[in-house]
Every structure is written in C-alpha cells, then in structure tokens.
Nanobody, 121 residues
Framework: EETLVQSGGGSVQAGGSLTLSCVYTSNSRCMGWFRQAPGKEREQVAYITTAVGSTYYGDSVRGRFTISQDKAKNTMYLRMNSLKPEDSAMYYC?????????????????WGQGTQVTVSS
C-alpha cells in the first residue's frame, strides 16, 4: 500500500511562486497532482511517470507549472510559477498503481492529505 505525505503550499500574491512536495513509499507507475477549488470538480494538473520521467500538464497550467521527481528521496514536486488567483485550490498528490493504462484522466488509487494554495490578486 502506498502512503503519500504532502508539504508546501500556503498563500502568495499573484505572479508569485510556490513548490509542493509529496513523499511516497513505493514506486507507483504514475504520480500526479490534482487540485480542487470550492464548488468545482477535482482537476488533474499534471503527472509524471516514475520509471521514465515523462510528464504531461493540463492546459490551465502548462508553461507555468513543472512536475518533477527525486527518486533517491522518493519525492515528487510541483513547482508553480506565475500563480494566478484561479490557481487557488486544495492540491493533492496521488499515485496510480496499475502497470498499464493512461496516467491522464484515469483513476488514481492513493492520495495525499492535501495542501491549500491561496493566490491573492
């Protein structure tokens, strides 16, 4: 069973940057970041494949956010630059364990505890 522990987040002004971290206990094939704002559906933000390091981003964050991993530390990161008020949400890291299937738009099995990101204008 996978355990994910998040850190980072907080409050920042528009245009600022934040970095989220997620420590995991086992190498799931897909690792992703999701976010959910009040009254909105959960949105997948990005993913990285742990074996190869392939990445993909949602349209709303592409070019501003960077997902990365440090396999030696079993840690995944989300660097968020040029933050906008609409990026404000609870952010979750997640792991998808099946060995096959897409890493985007598919169910993830294990979730971190969530961390709040608030961007003020």
């Amino acid at each position: 069973e996978e355990t994910l522990v998040q850190s980072g987040g907080g409050s920042v002004q528009a245009g600022g940057s934040l970095t989220l971290s997620c420590v995991y206990t086992s190498n799931s094939r897909c690792m992703g970041w999701f976010r959910q704002a009040p009254g909105k559906e959960r949105e997948q933000v990005a993913y990285i494949t742990t074996a190869v390091g392939s990445t993909y981003y949602g349209d709303s964050v592409r070019g501003r956010f960077t997902i990365s991993q440090d396999k030696a530390k079993n840690t995944m990161y989300l660097r968020m630059n040029s933050l906008k008020p609409e990026d404000s949400a609870m952010y979750y890291c997640a792991a998808r364990t099946p060995l096959y299937g897409a890493c985007w738009g598919t169910p993830y099995d294990f979730w971190g505890q969530g961390t709040q990101v608030t961007v003020s204008s």
